[in-house]
């Protein structure tokens, strides 16, 4: 007892150390951790044998982190990604694998290590990378998706890289590895001895089980759980969701990581999405770290020391190589720019799937065991520098972004009922009321620095052109309830009315106007309720002026409702007879019904209030 107390205080010490003062240097939370990790292993020696099975444990952050990942996204929406974790992911595994298997042959391996170390390289470090991109806002970049694509591929491409393993290893080898790995638990042994079609009978199911419990199983159970009004017990059905779902996968030899990202997916519409992620993301984060620190930890320096030349040629050129492949297959799919380096940069790491295989290869014989050590130095030196990578992402964006680049529009994975386009100040106060109230928006602006600036405050927000057809169907157009029009150009704003008009007679449109005459344009081009920029705040200064000459607040406030309903109407009174090819002072239909308006606005306005005499009020008493 005393000894884990100790050991839990130690990484509960680095943690708190190093992670902030990585943050406060821009480093971010991930090479924090890993830098605690090497401190305190290799570099103090404070800890020991207990490190592997710590390890083991922490692996179910990762878990978790694809369980909230998938809450995030419904079925539709992974079924709309189906092109790029199909070809974009596919082609990574695919290419790299073979490109690795050619440089390890090239270096004198056989084949079946080779091509061991082939699946082994492709996969990147889900992990590292996702946090990464969540920490600096960088999901909702098309780079950011593509990169989340690639890294769901290869979390799922792990499944048939475990089940060809075998395969690889000599029969004899194979034969001794499954001796010396036979287990008693029933469960296992009985899955030992089914034939092949009957263990794939049985993982597809293990997989439906996931999917039908998801759909009929946990929601009740956690509508009952619910009932009893205890967040502990909340929070221990959802551990128990995870690690139940996990147990199940590793019983069948899958990943424990896609079986919870299922179950992610199916609960995403439930009406327990946020208090499972409410529940979720503390145990998330600290397992995490506690992982990344159990990585950083476990590199094995004697090796780097006795052959440094050796592992930092390796790891250069294991990122070189993987960096390749991704910049072409970022070419090939669209990819420009900062985008084209954050899916390189971000994903030219090994892997935490790496460990497993490794350990997997090692077990059936297929690497030796001075191979395996040297080829887990390399993954984890690649990890270590990941974050690294992505600051060299940041200083070639900002470089772009000084030298006029241009940024690709953001890939939209959520679509709601509500759409602002354009969130400079007007748009920002209009989305702020509307979330804090409970609904959903789906944001979109052109001008990037907004978008950065709104992330880093929470935001959920979409950079590009929301006058584009392509982006404005992307976000919903087609189902959306309500389009809000904020744009600062007063052109974009009327094409944009037009146009959503146009494709959408039935949604209601709401859109900011620069003055009355594009009040008039607006109302022409079919938007439903239209503001002018400065009338409100000028209504409201009207009616503060009137509470300080004499009136009280509520009739004040009463005049203000006469004026701003009645003008409204004049307004669009007017929009009937303006003629947008004559200047409004050159109309004189227009000028004799401003003048007639003006007129019943004034009349209205007295009938309903007499304002008191200024001469009488400023006489001296009789």
Same mark, same amino acid.
């Given at each position: ?8 205080? *130690? ?45 083991? /444990? ?29 070809? *974009?992911?596919?082609? =990574? ?21 080779? *091509? ?52 690889? !290893? ?169 985008? =084209?380096?954050? /899916? ?182 079919? !938007? ?34 006469? /004026? ?36 019943? *606005? ?21």
């Amino acid at each position: 007892m005393e000894s884990f107390l100790f050991q839990a205080t *130690l990484y509960l010490i680095a943690m708190v150390i190093a992670v902030p003062l990585a943050s406060r240097a821009g480093l971010g939370s991930v090479l924090g951790y890993l830098s605690a990790g090497i401190v305190i292993g290799p570099v103090l020696g404070l800890v020991g044998s207990e490190m592997t099975d710590l390890q083991h /444990f922490a692996e179910f952050g990762v878990v978790m982190m694809l369980f909230l990942i998938g809450l995030e996204l419904e079925p539709r929406a992974l079924w709309a990604m189906r092109d790029k974790l199909i070809g *974009l992911g596919g082609l =990574q595994v695919l290419i790299t694998m073979t490109a690795v298997t050619v440089a390890a042959m090239a270096f004198g391996q056989g084949f079946r290590v080779a *091509l061991a170390l082939g699946m082994i390289f492709a996969l990147s470090s889900t992990a590292i990378v996702l946090q990464t991109l969540n920490e600096k806002r960088l999901m909702q970049t098309a780079g950011g998706r593509s990169a989340f694509s690639v890294l769901l591929t290869q979390d799922i491409a792990v499944i048939p890289m475990l089940a060809l393993m075998p395969l690889l !290893a000599f029969p004899g080898a194979r034969a001794l590895a499954k001796a010396e790995n036979s287990v008693d638990h029933v469960a296992a042994s009985f899955l030992e001895r089914l034939p092949g079609w009957g263990m794939t009978l049985v993982t597809l199911g293990a997989v439906a089980a996931v999917i039908l419990a998801g759909h009929f199983l946990i929601r009740p159970m956690f509508r009952f759980v619910h009932a009893a009004k205890l967040r502990e017990i909340n929070t221990a059905m959802a551990l128990m969701i995870v690690v139940a779902i996990a147990s199940l996968m590793l019983l069948v030899g899958l990943s424990p990581a896609l079986g919870t990202f299922l179950a992610g997916v199916v609960l995403a519409d439930s009406e327990f999405k946020h208090e499972l992620e409410s529940d979720i993301e503390p145990f998330k984060g600290l397992l995490l770290g506690l992982f990344f620190i159990t990585v950083g930890a476990g590199i094995n320096f004697s090796i780097v020391i006795a052959t440094p030349f050796t592992i930092l040629g390796l790891v250069a050129g294991l990122v070189a190589l993987k960096a390749s492949v991704l910049y072409a297959l970022g070419q090939v799919f669209g990819l420009r720019a900062q985008d =084209q380096w954050l /899916f390189t940069l971000g994903l030219a790491q090994a892997g935490e799937f790496g460990f497993v295989l490794v350990s997997f290869a090692v077990t059936q014989r297929i690497l030796p065991s001075g191979l395996a050590q040297m080829v887990l130095v390399v993954i984890a030196l690649s990890m270590l520098i990941t974050p690294l990578l992505f600051i060299l992402h940041d200083w070639l964006a900002r470089r772009m972004r000084n030298a006029g680049g241009t940024q690709a529009a953001d890939e939209i994975d959520d679509q709601q009922p509500i759409i602002i386009a354009g969130v400079g100040r007007f748009g920002q106060v209009v989305n702020r009321m509307v979330t804090m109230s409970g609904f959903k928006t789906t944001v979109l602006d052109n001008d990037l620095q907004t978008i950065q600036l709104m992330r880093k405050f929470g935001a959920k927000a979409y950079f590009g052109d929301p006058t584009r057809p392509d982006l404005l169907a992307a976000a919903g157009i087609g189902t959306a309830q309500v389009l809000v029009v904020c744009l600062d150009d007063r052109p974009s704003t009327t094409r944009l009315v037009a146009y959503a008009r146009r494709i959408r007679p039935d949604v209601r449109i709401i859109a900011r106007a620069r003055d009355r005459i594009h009040v008039f344009e607006l109302y022409r081009a079919g !938007a439903n309720d239209i503001v002018r920029e400065m009338f409100d705040s000028s209504v409201r200064a009207g009616r503060y002026v009137l509470e300080n000459v004499g009136l009280s607040e509520f009739e004040a406030a009463e005049l203000q409702k006469i /004026f701003f309903k009645l003008d409204r109407a004049a307004v669009r009174n007017l929009a009937e007879v303006w003629k947008p090819d004559i200047p409004v002072d050159k109309n004189p239909e227009y000028i004799a019904r401003t003048h007639e308006l003006n007129r019943e *606005l004034e009349t209205a306005l007295m009938e309903r209030f007499n304002p008191p005499n200024s001469e009488a009020d400023t006489a001296p008493d009789s």
